[in-house]
């Protein structure tokens, strides 16, 4: 069990999407299927999501790939780090890796990233909107918690980075080899290499409320919906520039009736949380996402079948 002395239901119930947790010898006899150079080889792939992030004189600046060859050449030997996303996508040996998360719906796995940093290598104080395990497989890294942030946390101006303004730490950490921490969406953090290392970041799926709404939106006019607003009752007191509390209403209402369908929901939601993250790379990629709904059966964004056998 990668929680270490914590189990499944306690994880659930008192850390998950709520505070951080610190798992010491999570996997302590793991070895990455994915050595450094070849994680420099995936970022001159054109088809692979890439960054490079460096530090210098307190100044953060980013790159994103395909790179070649000659951009790792003539990099320091410190401050910097190399960050491939979807990694799993590629190489089947780390896609493994997401098999030792079984007490979490498989639906909401994003992907692993991984990243190589030289001493001193960081993206800075940040924090993400969703929930990520940090495996620390190679070298040691420095992890510094600090409070739950928002949409209105102060962040740096003119970065090319969300670095986030006035970080104070509340935590601190290093992890070695094995080790493994949990963060719930919006915890700031800021990790930096102790030593050359790789970290293994397991993300899992966050979509806004914004864009599951304009996703619903489209499914909508797909389904052939069909119906459009119309007025509650009037009367002589509301022609007037003033909208009445009464159209709000009634918009509401009409809005809610369009998404008030069991069935419909169940089945957007499926196909929305089983898309693939590279649908144009769909047919190069190890990608494979699963759900079931309501006697249904979903694969990377189809329904699949009517029946679970």
Known sequence: MIL???????????????QPLLIRAAMPDYRSPISADELAGLALEEEVESRLVRCADSQWSLRHGPF???????????????????????????QELLKRFDFLPP??????????????GSVGPHFDQYDVFLLQVEGQRRWQIGPTCTSQTPLQPDSVLRIVADFSAQ????????????????????????????????????????????????????QGYDKHYRDPQLIPGMAA???????????????????????????????????????????MTEEQRYAAVRGKRYFNGDCVDDALQ
């Open 107 to 120: 639906w909401r796995l994003d992907d692993i990233m991984v990243s190589f940093a030289c001493p001193g």
């Open 171 to 222: 935590q601190e950490w290093v992890l070695d080899p094995g080790d493994m921490l949990y963060l719930p969406p919006g915890v700031s953090h800021w990790g930096v290499a102790q030593s050359e290392c790789l970290t293994f970041s397991i993300g899992f799926r966050s979509p806004s409320i914004a864009d599951m709404l304009g996703d619903l939106a489209v499914e909508l006019i797909t």
């Open 241 to 283: 520039t003033e909208i009445d509390p009464a159209f709000v209403a009634q918009a509401k209402t009409q809005l809610w009736q369009a998404i008030n369908d069991d069935d419909l929901i169940a089945d957007w939601f499926a196909r929305f949380m089983t898309a693939t993250k590279y649908p144009e790379l769909e047919h």
């Open 4 to 18: 270490g002395n914590t189990t499944a239901e306690e994880f659930l119930a008192s850390y998950w999407q709520q």
């Open 68 to 94: 070649v060859a000659e951009d790792f050449l003539s990099l320091p030997e410190q401050d910097w780090t190399l960050l491939v996303q979807g990694v799993d996508l590629w190489v089947p040996q780390v």
